[in-house]
Structures are given as C-alpha cells and as structure tokens.
C-alpha cells in the first residue's frame, strides 16, 4: 500500500514538511539534554535541506508558470532565511542555542504564513489544469524527497 504521502500534491507535500518542521521546533525546545538536542536539531536541519531542494527545484519553478513572481519572493527569501540561520545554530554555543532557534522558529513561521495563506491559496484558487499539473509535480517531488532522506540518512519516519 502507498504511503500516504504519494497521495499528496505538491502544495500538501509542502504543507506536511511545513508542520513537520513546526513539530521539530517544539520538540528541540522541550528538550533539556543537550546532545539530544543537538541530534534533534541536526535532524531538523536535514529536513530544512530536503524542503529548501523540493521548493527551490521542483515547486518555484512550476508555479512560476502560473503566478507573479512577487508572490513567490518573499516566502523564498524567508525560508533561505531559515537556512541561514540554522547553518549559524549549528555552530553556536549553548548559551545562545535558544534565542538564535526563536529566531529561526520566527522567520520560519513568516516562511509558512506566505507560502500558505499567500502563495498556495492562488494557487489553489487556479483553474483545475494547475490541480492536476500539482498532483504530476508530486511525484517528481516525491521520488526526490525519498532520494534525498537515503542521501542524508533520514529514518522512514520523517517521509
């Protein structure tokens, strides 16, 4: 039987990943022990990799086609914000680990707000061709994503 995420279109795709990364931030938050935080946090950034290659690769350049590049850019410049920051949390000393990852949650909360209250609500509101184009997307986003979790060693879980 297919998991459920090969019944998803790209946008619900999105969606799952969004809530995914949501759920990652709160985990890491509750957790007191630091090397547990710091695999969980390594976790995260792995799925922020897979996300950034799914949006950047496959989702922008497909809806390009069907809205205005504005209201691609700015949840594009928000979730390259993400990367950046979480690059810069990898590398910070725990002290500062809190306050820089409420500062990642932020700009990752400003990310999802536009892509899906802005961007994939236009999108949705297309005419029935994108729809279906969507679901075709998928499966290309999906054959990526599971290519992706093997290349970075992300359990079955994550998908």
């Not at 499966?139 to 992300?154: D, P, Q, S, T, V």
């Amino acid at each position: 039987m297919p998991d459920m995420i090969e019944k998803q279109n790209a946008i619900e795709i999105l969606r799952t990943e969004h809530e995914q990364m949501r759920e990652m931030f709160t985990i890491i938050a509750a957790t007191e022990e630091p090397e547990l935080k710091r695999q969980l946090l390594h976790e995260l950034i792995c799925i922020v990799k897979v996300h950034a290659e799914l949006e950047q690769k496959y989702f922008y350049p497909f809806i390009s086609r069907h809205v205005r590049y504005e209201h691609m850019k700015r949840p594009a410049q928000e979730f390259r914000s993400v990367e950046v920051l979480l690059s810069d949390v990898e590398n910070a000393a725990d002290p500062e680990l809190a306050a820089m990852l409420a500062k990642v949650a932020d700009c990752l909360e400003k990310h999802i707000f536009d892509a899906e209250e802005l961007l994939f609500m236009r999108i949705e509101q297309r005419c029935s061709d994108v729809t279906y184009s969507l679901s075709q997307l998928s499966a290309r986003m999906i054959a990526k994503k599971k290519e992706l979790h093997r290349k970075l060693g992300i359990e079955k879980k994550a998908s």
